[in-house]
């Protein structure tokens, strides 16, 4: 069985790759007025919406030249994302009417446990149930219709959906650009993705950093007031809800709301969170992990021990947080050991459905099992990590979330 590599300074680089880092010549200084005029050029459409995405898109791009150290192929492939973005801010700005406006939304479910708490697991089930919505990772990054504008041409009626192919392309090219990412948390154009890639059309995210060395942009998003992305990832779930699954509950996920969960409820009033939890001592070197095969994709100065140290202080944050927003709401939350959800997963899920005044229906309990058995653990391949590569330690680690470990990890109710 394929393994990942640990050697993370030295990221996988397909030949085709590295000749073209080594050939292509020096690409000019990334700038919000170059990206915008890229994105209107590709959608045909004026106009970016709201402008509250202009700060932080300066800040972002500051930060990618000053700090990412990117490859030459690294730095088309940051380039083309965030043009992608502004072309989905014009698309979605030109689709969402009065109509779309007035959709109303079920208070969602929203799985916020930490990285590799088994998040993906439980949103994969809870996806498999036909009375949920979900969003797809082709929608994600292409959440409005991708309407030609200027450049419109007639369609052949046996075309596929543009957004369909796109993603499918980009699954394939990440595939051949990291192996390994695949081996850790695939991303597949059909199944379930992470909504942070809608909050990520108001350029207030944590995909940047999750991607790319930004410690600038980074520290300057936690400072900022994140109600214009959860605005933002409203509209845009409205206008997903019009094109398909109308009426649904959403079932959202993504750690990136521990940070954030007292806008998350002002935002999507009566969500339900389900939190999660597994000994931070096993995930916070796996997400190391993650976050150096990925970052290995766009730079070939991928420093593990600046990785383990970032994200050691982030995942605190995150988890600090997150308890202080929890503080007087307890009834928002529902708890979900990993150790019970990967034991019995079908059982797990009859427990969360009870919480939340739900009964599981043979036809989703069906479903969820087929999900099951089509997504065994290790399918494209073993994860490897090792938390010295990161500069932790086990003992480093108990200390800093020894509260957290005690009350939801070590604790009877939790095993």
Known sequence: MRETSTDYR???????????????PAMGALTPDALERAAARRTGLEGFGSTDYKEPLAVLLESIEREARLTPVGRLITRERLVGVLANRQRAAAAIDARVEAIPLAPPIVIAGLQRTGTTLLHRLLAADPDHRWLASWEALSPAPI????????????????????????????????????????????????????????????VPEATLRVPTYASWIEAQDQRPAYETLRRLLKLLSSQRGAGKRWVLKTPHHLEWLDTLFEV?????????????????????SMIAHGRGVFSDDVDPVEIGRDWGRKVARMVDRALASRAGREDAFIDVPYARLTADPIAEVRRIYAALDRELTPIAE????QTLAGHGQHRFGRHRYDLAAFGLTEAG????????????VLGPAHG
């Open 10 to 24: 030295h990221p996988h680089r397909p030949r085709a790759v590295a000749l073209a880092n080594r050939l292509l």
């Open 147 to 206: 309407d030609a504008g200027a450049t419109r041409r007639a369609r052949a009626p046996w075309r596929a959906e543009p957004r369909i192919v796109a993603a499918e392309r980009a699954e394939s090219a990440l595939r051949y650009l990291a192996p390994d990412f695949f081996a850790v948390h695939p991303v597949e154009a059909h199944g379930p993705e992470e909504e942070v890639l809608l909050l990520d059309q108001s350029l207030r995210s944590t």
């Open 268 to 288: 999507f009033d009566g969500a339900k969170v389900l939190w999660t939890h597994r000994d931070p001592v096993t995930t916070v070197a796996s997400f190391c």
């Open 366 to 369: 069906a479903r969820m099992r």
């Open 397 to 408: 680690l108990r200390e800093r979330f020894g509260a957290y470990r005690e009350r939801f």
